[in-house]
């Protein structure tokens, strides 16, 4: 047999033994590596590559499984005709996408904002703390004896909350911009914001 045939099948082989390797561990699979795996059959996986019934049941089952993640995945990824709607280099937080309809303001260090929508995730969390310290305030009374654990995390919340709060406002007063005042807060906040 030639040496450049034997190299490829062993080639094949170390493919399908690291294919056969990564069904056991529900790894993503290759696409050279599920076509292997789909070709080869329970028996020889155990007669082969040491497998007994179960592991082989499973090494066909996650190629299965494989085989329709990349079909689902080939639908939904465009091939052809889009070259143009994707930009030539890739933008990031030092080289955004320029949408100034959309634009943010820019409230952290340095001067390019990014497209992230740090926003958005920042007012949900918000949301939920709002929402969790609501629930504790009505849970609790003036009398009510708490465990030292529960004194310490809610004073470093109260503290970060406020450093977070603190910077932002500098920012947005450094920007121009009008800020609540105290009572404003609480009387402009409707009860859907709360709504749990």
Request: glycine share 4%.
């Amino acid at each position: 047999m030639p040496n450049s045939r034997r190299s490829l099948l062993t080639e094949a082989k170390s493919d399908l033994e690291l294919g056969v390797v990564k069904a056991l561990c529900q790894a993503p699979l290759r696409p050279s590596e599920l076509t292997e795996l789909l070709a080869i059959t329970e028996a020889d996986l155990m007669r082969d590559h040491g497998c007994d019934l179960y592991m082989s049941e499973m090494i066909k089952q996650h190629a299965k499984l494989e085989q329709y993640r990349l079909r689902a995945q080939n639908q939904n990824t465009p091939d052809d005709g889009t070259s143009d709607l994707y930009p030539d280099k890739p933008y990031t937080r030092t080289n955004p996408i320029s949408e100034s309809h959309n634009a943010g303001r820019m409230l952290d260090h340095g001067s390019v904002a990014s497209d992230a929508r740090e926003g958005r995730m920042a007012r949900g969390a918000l949301r939920n703390i709002a929402v969790d310290s609501y629930r504790l305030h009505q849970l609790l009374n003036d009398e009510d004896d708490l465990p030292q654990w529960c004194e310490y995390k809610i004073a470093q919340a109260k503290m970060m909350m406020n450093s977070v709060r603190e910077y932002l406002e500098y920012k947005l007063e450094r920007q121009g911009e009008d800020l609540p005042g105290e009572s404003e807060v609480f009387t402009n906040t409707s009860e859907e914001d709360f709504h749990v």
